[in-house]
């Protein structure tokens, strides 16, 4: 069996999880915009696409995948997500099978406003979320809202771009550097679409939490695994632990069977007193990932074995709560 990470970046660890899961019965091959990604030292084989929105991309794509039978595609970028998702059937015609939830679920993680709006309808905690200063500024002059107040790309990861304004004259100038710094990166693709660009946040007070929400391929929810954050660096987890904690867990199980998502919907969360607020959605493998695999999850194993119409046990979706991990820099030489 053949796997081909599309936007594999610095996943390294997704690289040799899904090597491990193969078991030497096949390849794992990656593809990047560059080849400045550590993950190129670690496939089997690896190659250089076309940006993500050029017109060259999916047939790229494609012509990889079937030169090389290519039996599984998973990409581990948002952007590549939507792309990806409105094209699933056309590598399903040539044997390939794209490992991902359907494009307008896809659509509604990679916008926060629009991941706010589906929330809120379906009964989830979620914070005060705004798409415009008028609307802001409202809500500030009638008490609703107060600072500090996030500012951040309504698309986008990593928390690219992420500020903190603790007053008026903060709040209009990252406004207009975030705007800026929009139309300087990826993110202006997405954006271009929509004349919002930026949303706003009430800061939560509370500890805050990831989960990797675990459906099988058909979209049956089986698991949720739920980590406390003790470190960030970059917007991602840095040092985590992996906990019991049932009100988040039947918060993202509710998530998890309304959605039907493909495999792993990584899931940001903070909890306030009892409440799980749910603040964003990915719809794919998460830099939270590890902290359940190196408690004893295997989701890369699962998929193989889904693929394959095996079933895949329980155990192999589980991890051993309190396994606190941390990530470490390890360099490794050009080759």
Sequence with gaps: MNILLTSVGRRAYMVKYFKEALHENGEVHVCNSDDLTVAFQYADHCFISPLIYDEAYIPTLLAYCQENHIDI?????????????????????????VIISAPDFVEVCNDKWKTYEYLKLHGFYVPKTYLNLHDVKTA?????????????????????????????????????????????TYLKYESAAVQEKVVFQEMLIGQEYGADIINDLQGNFRNAII????????????????VD???????????????????????DIFLVGEKP????????????????H???????NAI????????????????????????????????
């Excluded at 951040?152 to 990252?174: H, M, W």
């Excluded at 719809?283 to 939270?288: K, M």
């Excluded at 190196?294 to 890369?300: E, F, R």
């Design 277 to 292: 607020y749910i603040l964003e959605m990915n719809a794919r493998f998460g830099g939270g990932y590890p902290f359940s």
């Design 227 to 242: 980590k406390k954050k003790i470190a960030m660096r970059a917007g991602e987890t840095d040092i985590a632990e992996t």
């Design 140 to 184: 500030l002059s009638n008490g609703e809202l107060q600072y500090p107040i996030i500012v951040k790309p309504r698309f986008g990861c990593g928390s690219i771009s992420l500020t903190v304004a603790d007053n008026e004259q903060e709040l209009t100038y990252f406004t207009e550097k975030i705007e800026s710094n929009i139309s300087k």
């Design 304 to 335: 193989l074995q889904w693929h394959l119409g095996e079933a895949v046990e329980v155990e192999m979706l589980c991890a051993k709560s309190g396994v606190r991990a941390f990530k470490e820099l390890v360099l490794t030489v050009d080759r």
């Design 73 to 97: 595609l998973l990409s581990l970028f948002d952007i590549d997500l939507y792309v990806l998702a409105q094209h699933k059937k056309q590598f399903l015609d040539i044997g390939t099978n």
């Design 294 to 300: 190196i408690a004893g999850a295997d989701l890369p």
């Design 245 to 267: 904690n049932p009100p988040i867990y039947e918060a993202v199980k509710k998530l998890g069977q309304l959605t039907r998502h493909i495999a792993n919907l990584d899931c």
